[in-house]
């Protein structure tokens, strides 16, 4: 085999590489992907969104994912986190529900077939609305809503 097929081949069996999330660097948006015995480099992993509008969901330590480097080059790639897997099984089943789970055992669900939006926290949190000056907080204790006025109909 000669340098060159051998250094295309090389290219070509780095371009995508499967692995699991090794650590993150939450300051940096860098994680480290491990394949198998080798560990990447600080990469940036993908995000939903990074213009003008921005979400921030950073990878878990063991979580699936995908290292992408173009050209075979790892040092100019990023990581791909969120594949399921036996680790971090899906959250839901059914075609019309959008869902997100947390650690705590929130859950964020929206079923757009019945229109009907669900934001469940544990009893021991809150959830608060603001608009301004304006706040409703919802808690196990009740809710509170305050705003320079307050009319209820």
């Known amino acids: 085999m ?3 097929t051998a250094e295309h081949d090389r290219r070509l069996a780095t371009l995508i590489q499967a692995g699991t999330i090794e650590a993150v660097d939450l300051p940096n948006a860098r994680c480290r992907l491990r394949v198998g015995e080798w560990v990447s480099a600080w990469m940036p992993w993908h995000t939903q969104s990074a213009g003008a509008v921005r979400h921030w969901r950073p990878p878990t330590v063991g979580e699936q994912a995908l290292l992408f480097s173009p050209s075979g080059e ?9 594949f399921y897997s036996t680790q971090g099984e ?15 055992g929130a859950r964020q669900e929206y079923d757009h077939a019945a229109s009907h939006y669900l934001l469940d926290v544990p009893a021991v949190g809150s959830i608060t609305l603001r608009c301004g000056p304006s706040t409703i907080r919802l808690s196990a204790d009740g809710i509170d809503i305050n705003g320079p006025i307050v009319n209820i109909n």
């Open 74 to 82: 790892a040092a100019s790639g990023f990581i791909i986190p969120g």
């Open 2 to 4: 000669t340098y060159a």
């Open 90 to 104: 899906q959250n839901d089943n059914r075609a019309e529900i959008t869902a997100q789970d947390w650690p705590d």
